[in-house]
T-cell receptor, first 116, second 114 residues
Framework: AQSVTQPDIHITVSEGASLELRCNYS??????LFWYVQSPGQGLQLLLK??????LVQGIKGFEAEFKRSQSSFNLRKPSVHWSDAAEYFC??????????????FGGGTRVLVKP | DVKVTQSSRYLVKRTGEKVFLECVQD?????MFWYRQDPGLGLRLIYF???????EKGDIPEGYSVSREKKERFSLILESASTNQTSMYLC?????????????FGPGTRLTVT
């Protein structure tokens, strides 16, 4: 069965500093990987996704993520954090194909606090 | 823009009541999903549907049922609400295909059962 681990429950970062959120997955085949962000009181918004190809993926809002098959990781990064990046971030792994119903398995989330 | 709407943002119900949560999407997506979100546990899949009148259990279906009579609408039903069903409920939709399409989420319904 697929699973996702986000080891950090909370991260506090100063505005302007860099941010890295960790995600480790367990999946038997080539995974479909996603990062979503949830701002307070909102639903989830897709930041970026990885299916195949270049292992460094660019997303919206200046975020990027790197797929490392050898480490089963898909870490999210941003070079310079803005106060508006304070939110909860979710990593997810999916099973492609109609038979799997395109389901996603989510990690527990990492809450990011931004200090002025 | 894809839009997924949920009938209520906040809901307060009493133990034993029957509760309906409604979700509507406007992008002709085949797949629709219901999740519950609890602190530290992320999102857990309750049920999903890949076609009208079709449904599949997710990871935590106990105490819930669903209905999909029209392609755009997916309802989550709590037959007899209990306090341990107090949670945030998120609906999502996506295309069904050979690859994996991203899911689009509604704003959520925060349900409190007293």
């Amino acid at each position: 069965a697929q699973s996702v681990t986000q080891p950090d429950i909370h991260i506090t970062v100063s505005e302007g500093a860099s941010l890295e959120l960790r995600c480790n997955y367990s999946y038997g085949a080539t995974p479909y990987l996603f990062w979503y962000v949830q701002s307070p009181g909102q639903g989830l918004q897709l930041l970026l996704k990885y299916f195949s190809g270049d292992t460094l993926v660019q997303g919206i809002k200046g975020f990027e993520a790197e797929f490392k098959r050898s480490q089963s990781s898909f870490n999210l990064r941003k070079p310079s954090v803005h106060w508006s990046d304070a939110a909860e971030y979710f990593c997810a792994v999916g099973a492609g194909g109609k038979a799997a119903g395109n389901k996603l398995t989510f990690g527990g989330g990492t809450r990011v606090l931004v200090k002025p | 823009d894809v839009k997924v709407t949920q009938s209520s943002r906040y809901l307060v119900k009493r133990t034993g009541e029957k509760v309906f949560l409604e979700c509507v999407q406007d992008m002709d997506h085949e797949n629709m999903f219901w999740y519950r979100q609890d602190p530290g546990l992320g999102l857990r899949l309750i049920y999903f549907s890949y076609d009208v009148k079709m449904k599949e259990k997710g990871d935590i279906p106990e105490g819930y049922s669903v209905s999909r009579e029209k392609k755009e609408r997916f309802s989550l039903i709590l037959e007899s609400a209990s306090t341990n069903q107090t949670s945030m409920y998120l609906c999502a939709s996506s295309f069904l295909g050979g690859g994996l399409y991203e899911q689009y989420f509604g704003p959520g319904t925060r349900l409190t059962v007293t």
